[in-house]
């Protein structure tokens, strides 16, 4: 069974740029959840999908948006990059909302110069 | 404001100790602890889970203790290896499951042999 699979794995953008990032979960789960993770913030709840639903969303500014396909895949884009999105973007999925278990991706490494 | 505080930092213990990592919380809405463990390059995997109604889970080598009075816990690793070197994060969601968790900072963990 194929894992949660992000692409790309990295990324370097300039500032001002938009960038769009990929996530495929794992064969029937429906649920997808968007991390960011910075040494000095750590792992921060972006936003959930489920259904085509954006359900949770969190402290971020609307330059991050999100979206989820008919297929459960679902991506994530940022605008107008600044140096401070310079982080891992993991992606977790689950089989529905309030699984007990999320399975995370390798992540996106996205350098902002 | 951290809602989940870990420690510490960094933890180094030699191989065939215990390695204790501690998480406070705030949260009293929080109904689901979940440790993550999480390799250079990988994302983070699941490795144990409580809920606040049990005050211990054990798994192999690894133990969550829970104390809900003065909103900690903390996870146990008994006879630490090598290969146990990974970053561990606490983590909390008040949705049950694994729902917009709320991460702590994390816990870098070298065995020595």
């Known amino acids: 069974k194929a894992g949660v699979t992000q692409t790309p794995r990295y990324l370097i953008k300039t500032r001002g740029q938009q960038v769009t990032l990929s996530c495929s979960p794992i064969s029937g789960h429906r649920s997808v959840s968007w991390y960011q993770q910075t040494p000095g913030q750590g792992l921060q709840f972006l936003f959930e999908y489920f259904s085509e639903t954006q359900r949770n969303k969190g402290n971020f500014p609307g330059r991050f948006s999100g979206r989820q396909f008919s297929n459960s895949r679902s991506e994530m884009n940022v605008s107008t990059l600044e140096l401070g999105d310079s982080a891992l973007y993991l992606c977790a999925s689950s089989l529905r909302p309030g699984a007990t278990e999320a399975f995370f991706g390798q992540g996106t490494r996205l350098t902002v110069v | 404001q951290q809602q989940v505080k870990q420690s510490p930092q960094s933890l180094i213990v030699q191989k065939g100790g215990i390695s204790i990592i501690n998480c406070a919380y705030e949260?009293?809405?929080?109904?689901?602890f979940p440790w993550y463990q999480q390799f250079p390059g990988k994302g983070p995997a699941l490795l144990i889970a409580i809920r606040p109604d049990v005050s211990e889970k054990k798994e192999g080598r690894f133990t969550i203790s829970f104390n809900k009075s003065a909103k900690q816990f903390s996870l146990h690793i008994m006879d630490s290896q090598p290969g146990d070197s990974a970053t561990y994060f606490c983590?909390?969601?008040?949705?049950?499951?694994?729902?917009?968790?709320?991460f702590g900072k994390g816990t870098k963990l070298t065995v020595n042999p």
């Open positions: 949260n009293t809405a929080f109904d689901y």
């Open positions: 983590a909390a969601s008040n949705r049950g499951g694994s729902e917009k968790l709320v």
